[in-house]
């Protein structure tokens, strides 16, 4: 069957030539990958119902094909070339605000994404579902008075005395309830036009957290009090500037952002409050919930329903404080006050997907266009924001330099594991220190935790006759043993095989060991020596779902659990006051790799995770296992001296030129035919390279192309190029052109731009 053509088109082909014509007319971002704009003729039909924002279908390419798009604008203007017209409307209204529609288009041109692609990110899908919504049927008195001739029933005369015209309209089954009257009765007033129906869809309530309103005994020490006092002062002067509140763990930062937030609702106005992951949400949410009586949650482990009922509570302002990982960044608040964003420096705020926006600094921005203070808050500050704090007027640095009540910062011990080595496994697991220090947290009936950076159980599996390693059919990197379900599990595609016995190479047959420590073995082995402590273990192996992490913390706050072992997600922000021990297991992992950012991150993993110790009346021990002990980033932890760290990084980090010094925008061309790959990958570097003025000093240099440190992923060659510049707005007037004159595309499978990248594998 032919399909009928898109709605009477060649009515619409209006131009003849030369013929200059005014109307409406309707610029569309469409949702798929390209990277233009189109322009549209608006239908009488659809005159006075498009609005920026809203999603639109419309006829594109020479054939016409039918595509979805974002309307831009919305402009009186004349033109002279052949514009089609808009085919119809898929939203009735936009479900972006105009400080949104506006974040949306900076973010596409910052981070080098298609508009209607950005666009299309801000606003969950469910939401312009209206997932959750009910259909009720609401039911108002019009102007018509009562023809007298018409006697009026008992039930019928009830219905009209409870409602007046001009008042709001009443839920109909509430009104037929409460005056005991039937449908027929309603309908027989509304033939004779003395009610009148409309139905909506309305949002059944958010979901809302059962936690008992309660106000902590203590009062702020002198040092949070004089942070809230510049706070508040920020907040009243309403106007866009960055506190940056810099406080060492358990300096009582939380209670902090709460005044902010308290006087921001007093001013009758909304927060958002960012944490880096979903897991940090869970104590948090608990927290602000016994101060304040309407939070939102969002993270990505709500239902399509949750989510969708969220979004509107926010954007009717039912709810006023929205607490949640990325995209809470985009909340629909229609009267936002303040932003805050928590641990700013993990790489989890940066999105793995286009738009990879960096969630800090895109509240920066956001802050910037409304006008309103952010509070940025850390131990361990990015050295970008630290940065950033030296370098401008507008970034505040507000310090809460010791714990609440003076408790005493964790003692941290670091042991140099290359003694421990032991020569029989090739496994330098659990040093002797540690060991005992366990033993007597343990006895005094304290709580550990130990920080092991790999999940699985071995890091990898080989063969010690041939030296053959068991890696990944589709990546190039080593599998990882995982025992509960005796598998080879690829943490980077996740592809899963039985684990072999015996070596595969037909020559040789060796009997395969593993090798390297994983989370589960540390809980195995820790079970053999400690057969009466209760264990967890945290990873993304056992807490797959929220409840479980819930679970998890309730059980460590009852004291049901004595030791959690567990990777980074148990590192961070967590507040326990029972425990007393801290242990971590191959320090030096995050060395590995050629990120220079892997001091920052070893020093920041060391200090946060050190924090979560000692955090109420046992004072806190911290051990530190290590191939690497003279590392400086490890000893300026051990020491606590974050502003010593910094001052030693930046001075490096401006030598060699790389951020915060300068900016990067990294390029990777992927493909699953090698030479193919590096083809475009070079083609790509020229094309760059053709866009960067010859002047002296140079304006911007390249890097590569090179091999990514991942050279395969998921069956894909993989081949980066580095463009970097003295500044930002020097990298957008690169990408800019890089975009205009087409120069992204390139022959090869994929190719990503990641504008200011966190991940350099
Ligand atoms: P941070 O976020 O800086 O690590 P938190 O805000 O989690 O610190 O505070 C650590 C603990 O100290 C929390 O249990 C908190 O309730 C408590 N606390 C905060 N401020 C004070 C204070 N002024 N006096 C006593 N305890 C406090
Ligand atoms: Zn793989």
Redesign the pocket.
């Known amino acids: 069957m032919v399909k009928p053509r898109a709605h009477a088109e060649s009515e619409f082909l209006w131009i003849e030539s030369g013929e200059l014509k005014t109307g409406t007319v309707v610029t569309v971002a469409p949702i798929a990958p390209v990277d233009r704009l189109y322009s549209y003729v608006l239908p009488p039909a659809l005159a006075g119902r498009i609005e920026p924002g809203q999603r639109i279908r419309v006829p594109i390419g020479k054939r016409g094909r039918l595509a979805d798009g974002f309307c831009v604008s919305v402009d009186q203007r004349s033109w002279d070339a052949t514009l089609k017209p808009v085919h119809s409307l898929i939203d009735d209204r936009s479900f972006l605000t105009a400080d949104l529609l506006e974040l949306g288009s900076w973010l596409a041109r910052y981070y080098c994404c298609p508009l209607g692609r950005t666009l299309a990110a801000l606003v969950p899908e469910t939401v312009r579902r209206q997932a959750g919504f009910r259909r009720v049927t609401l039911v108002r008195r019009t102007d018509q008075p009562n023809d007298p001739t018409h006697k009026l029933g008992a039930k019928q005369r009830a219905i009209l005395d409870r409602l007046q015209s001009g008042d709001t309209p009443a839920d109909t089954v509430a009104l037929l309830r409460e005056c005991d009257a039937s449908t027929t009765t309603l309908r027989s007033l509304v033939r004779r036009g003395l009610l009148a129906t409309e139905t909506h869809r309305l949002p059944a309530d958010a979901p809302s957290i059962d936690v008992p309103p309660v106000e902590?005994t203590?009062?702020?020490?002198d040092a949070?009090r004089a942070a809230v006092e510049q706070v508040h002062g920020m907040i009243d002067a309403r106007g866009f500037r960055v506190a940056y509140l810099f406080?060492?763990?358990?300096?009582?930062?939380?209670?902090?952002?709460i005044h902010a937030i308290r006087r921001v609702l007093a001013a009758g106005k909304q927060a958002v409050f960012l944490v880096p992951e979903i897991a940090l949400t869970t104590q948090l949410v608990s927290?602000l919930a016994a101060r304040f009586p309407d939070v939102a949650v969002i993270h990505s482990g709500l239902t399509g329903v949750q989510r969708s009922l969220t979004w509107s509570a926010i954007h009717d302002q039912r709810r006023r404080v929205v607490i949640g990982t990325r995209s809470a960044v985009f909340a629909p608040c229609p009267a936002l006050g303040l932003i805050v964003v928590?641990e700013e420096q993990e790489p989890s705020y940066k999105n793995l997907r286009a738009p990879r926006y960096h969630v800090r600094d895109v509240a920066i921005k956001r802050a910037q266009q409304l006008g309103i203070p952010v509070l940025l808050?850390s131990?361990t500050p990015s050295l970008e924001s630290w940065h950033n704090c030296i370098r401008h007027s507008h970034f505040v640095r507000i310090d809460?330099p010791r714990?609440?009540?003076d408790l005493p910062m964790p003692e941290l011990h670091i042991v140099d594991m290359n003694g421990e080595y032991k020569e029989t496994t090739g496994v330098p697991d659990l040093s002797h220190q540690l060991v005992r220090a366990l033993h007597r947290t343990f006895d005094r009936r304290e709580q550990a935790i130990l920080l092991i950076n790999r999940r699985g159980y071995a890091t990898w599996i080989g063969c010690p006759r041939c030296r053959h390693r068991i890696r990944c059919t589709h990546c190039d990197v080593n599998v990882v043993y995982h025992s509960a379900r005796r598998e080879l599990l690829c943490h980077y595609c996740g592809r899963r095989a039985p684990a072999p016995t015996q070596c595969p190479n037909p020559s040789c047959g060796g009997k395969l060991v593993h090798v390297g420590v994983g989370s589960q073995r540390i809980e195995e082995l820790l079970r053999k020596l400690f057969p009466n402590a209760r264990l967890a273990r945290a990873d993304s192996d056992t807490m797959r779902h929220p409840d479980a992490y819930r679970q998890l913390i309730a059980d460590v706050e009852s004291r049901a659990i004595d030791c959690v072992v567990g990777t980074q997600m148990i590192a961070k922000?967590l507040?326990f006051?029972f425990v007393s021990l801290v242990g971590v297991i191959g320090a030096d992992t995050t060395l590995a790799g050629a990120d220079f950012r892997s001091s920052e991150r070893l020093f920041q993993l060391v200090t946060q995770v050190a924090?979560r110790a000692g955090?109420?009346d046992a004072p806190g021990h911290v051990i530190i296992q290590t191939l690497a002990p003279d590392h400086p980033a490890l000893s300026a932890a051990a020491h606590g001296d974050f502003a010593k760290f910094a001052d030693d990084e930046l001075e490096l980090r401006q030598r060699t030129a790389l951020p915060p010094f300068t900016r990067l925008t990294r390029f990777v061309v992927a493909d699953p035919i090698a030479p193919r790959a590096q083809a475009a990958a070079r083609e790509l570097t020229a094309n760059i390279q053709s866009v960067i003025p010859t002047a002296s000093p140079p304006t911007a240099d390249t890097l590569g192309p090179m091999p990514c440190s991942l050279t395969r992923l998921r069956g894909q060659y993989r081949f980066e190029t580095i463009l970097r510049t003295a500044s930002a707005a020097t990298m957008s007037a690169f990408l800019d052109e890089l975009r205009g004159r087409r120069l992204l595309r390139v022959k090869a499978k994929s190719i990503v731009v990641d504008v200011d990248p966190v991940s350099m594998t």
């Open positions: 902590p203590f009062a702020l020490n949070q406080g060492v763990s358990g300096s009582g930062k939380t209670e902090v952002y927290r928590d808050g131990a809460l714990r609440v009540r922000g507040d006051p924090g955090r109420a």
